[in-house]
């Protein structure tokens, strides 16, 4: 599929900028330089990371500048414009709520990336729209990476998110030292969009859980069980898992923001699970019912950007007439 190795992409040139060589396995390549399009609840921390690894990082405001004037006081610097961050860079993290955004994300940077730029993709997104950016990547000498997240605001700010990652194997090797940065556990899972698909099975569980534990809990209070003493037979039986205990710190101990995953993320990634499942003609009822539990408690005022996952709980109660304590 490359028909460019990383060295002769390299050999072509960078647009005129001034290069710093350093060794990446047997290839010599210039020192990179990362830009960071959405620096939001996830990418603050990652960007943060990669700074304090001495990485240069180039950021660009989108709404919320806390984030931005917090990373240029550490030392990163601030594009005016998509452009001049594609200019910028040699790869680019891109951390958005979906396909239709990472498309026009890169649209507007690919008239201006740096030869040999790599994108790597860190939202979750449509694998099939995956795919197609990175063979319009390699026609221009480019590359695409996907690397989906796994893990919270907080394992971000530590460095310790889990990744996915679909990219050729020397795109891999190369951008693994800056992924190294902010991830603690990272996956090869094969070529361009293989990361994707991984990420929304994965989520087509943490979903299923969310689904199944919303229901559990209402039928458990409709048939006089309280969420106390449901949970005091699950927690650290063997139903409970990490999943759960984050969803219980909702449920039972009234976290609001114990996993900030909003419905209207989630949602959108069981379409994209049913949209993967269409491709290879499988049936999928249960991501199904996964996706109609969420569609419910979106369309009954689950939309805003305050209602998380684990809220599905009072979504689920309320649209059985159940009272939670």
């Known amino acids: 599929m490359f028909a460019l190795t990383l060295g002769q992409l390299a050999g072509r040139g960078q647009r005129g900028h001034k290069k710093r060589h350093m060794r990446i396995g047997s290839e010599t390549m210039a020192q990179e330089t990362v830009g960071f399009v959405g620096v939001g609840l996830m990418g603050h921390g990652m960007a943060k990371n990669i700074l304090a690894a001495g990485y240069p990082v180039t950021v660009i405001a989108h709404r919320n500048r806390a984030p931005i004037d917090d990373l240029v006081g550490l030392g990163a610097s601030e594009a005016a414009s998509l452009a001049d961050l594609a200019a ?179 949602l959108k990634d069981m379409r994209y699970l049913e949209a993967m499942a269409d491709t290879v003609n499988l049936s999928n009822p249960v991501g199904n019912a996964i996706k109609n539990s969420l569609a419910l408690a979106y369309a009954d005022g689950g939309d805003s950007a305050e209602a998380y996952v684990p809220h599905l709980v009072d979504y689920v109660a309320k649209r059985n007439g159940v009272k939670r304590g």
């Open 88 to 266: 910028a860079s040699s790869i680019i993290h891109i951390c958005a709520p979906g396909s239709p955004q990472v498309e026009a994300i890169v649209a507007e940077m690919l008239p201006h990336l740096q030869a040999g730029c790599v994108i790597v993709d860190c939202s979750t997104a449509d694998p099939t729209s995956t795919e197609k950016l990175a063979a319009q990547l390699v026609d221009i000498g480019c590359f695409m990476a996907d690397a989906p997240l796994g893990g919270t605001p907080v394992q971000s700010e530590d460095g310790a998110l889990a990744a996915m990652v679909g990219a050729a194997p020397a795109v891999f090797e190369r951008i693994k030292p800056v992924l190294d940065t902010w991830a603690g556990a990272i996956a090869h899972m094969g070529p361009s969009g293989a990361g994707h698909k991984m990420k929304l099975l994965n989520n087509m569980l943490a979903m299923g859980y969310a689904a199944m534990y919303s229901e559990a809990l209402a039928l458990s209070e409709k048939v006089g069980i309280t969420t106390q003493q449901f949970d005091s037979v699950i927690s650290g039986s063997r139903m409970d898992c990490g999943f759960y205990q984050t969803f219980r710190s909702y449920a039972v101990d009234g976290n609001v923001e114990a996993h900030k995953f909003t419905i209207t993320n989630a």
